[in-house]
DNA sequence: GTCTATATGTTGATAGAC
DNA sequence: GTCTATCAACATATAGAC
């Protein structure tokens, strides 16, 4: 690497000369991609055609095409990890942790959505995707755990399974992958506060 | 093949003496596997093995893969739209018709669940992908428009958007192809129970 | 209704020059 | 950091025998 005006690892600066690109950049197209036509109907060739470089040249940046699936569910899986490790530890009542954790998944769907789009599109087909699959079933133990602990101070319904429940209301809340787009119709703050008015405060009005 | 015995159209007989299959068998394999390990990632040659006969035979049944991806989506699209349909020129309030279209589309989603997990999982890679993508989004419409004449006899809370609550209600019951499965831990009564709960009653106990 | 053999294209990935 | 050229594997689909 030259002295000056180096390339290097300036993850999120803009693109050089022409091509000349950096790990982060690459990924991040990549991502893109694969969250618009799916996983397996990404081709390298297509990358390479959106990146404007040859096939190979992509060889140059990532080992392989799981790799930057690989890379991509981790950028999801860690900040979720955060998000519930957070939630767990947390100060308040059941309810307010429970969400807190909501509230925390919204922020980290709305920093990486594409990257939580692909984790949950996840059919099991590679040791990568096996791998993530295992560490997102411990967030759905850590969110039912949530639930139950808001049931046992009263402030849910105990006539609703914990883990059910759970899966509903995380489901809610990661259905926004399936339609929300940034600059959209639809804000992210008018999306957060309509998912957390159905599933807190209720759709029917209060008296 | 002999006289007695016969083969036939009868979609949902047992298999006979080895293969022999008929197209609706086919399609089940088919569309199952599709739901598995998605439609992309899944090859003739796996729905040849999966089927016990050999690639070229499953030509004999369908014309080609995309239309049994086809004929799947729609077996999941002509239910659900008789739903909205059903749903819209029903009696009764507004709230109650958009409950029958929860129930209604829960009921589909329990009857078709591999078709609905396909239909849902979508982007648009096809113009058979493309033509039901458009078929969905009028069902989308329908629901918007559910959720506004709720808003309008004053049973929906009116801070929020229509058309965004309709998004998370029906988020909320397609998350269930997500997770559901017959025979598992959960029985479809206990799921429609809980999402219901959590739409129109609320998680919070009502004092 | 199934088979074997094959046509034809695309895939992810590598070799090696510049 | 990019390129051209190439590879083996696998894709969907067809031809024609039994």
Redesign the pocket.
């Given at each position: 690497m030259p002295s000056i005006s180096s390339?290097g690892a300036t993850s999120s600066g803009a693109k050089r000369g022409r091509?000349?690109?950096?790990q982060a950049t690459v990924l991040k197209i990549a991502v893109q991609a694969f969250t618009e036509f799916g996983y397996d109907a990404?081709?390298?060739?297509?990358l390479a055609e959106r990146l404007?470089?040859?096939?190979?040249?992509i060889?140059?940046?990532v080992?392989?095409?799981?790799e930057i699936l690989r890379l991509a569910l981790d950028s999801a899986l860690t900040p979720l990890e955060a998000v519930f490790s957070d939630a767990a530890n947390a100060e308040g009542d059941a309810l307010q942790r429970l969400r807190g954790a909501v509230s925390g998944t919204l922020r980290v769907l709305f920093e990486q959505q594409t990257s939580v789009t692909l984790l949950l599109r996840l059919r099991g087909n590679s040791e990568v995707e096996l791998a993530a699959m295992q560490r997102r079933r411990a967030l759905d133990r850590h969110a039912a755990n949530l639930v139950s602990a808001a049931q046992a101070e009263g402030s849910v319904r105990l006539d609703l399974s914990a883990s059910t429940v759970a899966r509903f209301l995380f489901g809610t809340v990661n259905s926004l992958t399936e339609w929300y787009r940034p600059g959209g119709n639809v804000t992210e703050e008018e999306a957060e506060r309509t998912v957390l008015a159905i599933l807190f405060d209720g759709l029917v009005p209060r008296g």
């Open positions: 390339p091509p000349g690109y950096d990404t081709s390298m060739g297509m404007g470089i040859s096939k190979s040249a060889y140059h940046h080992p392989s095409k799981v």
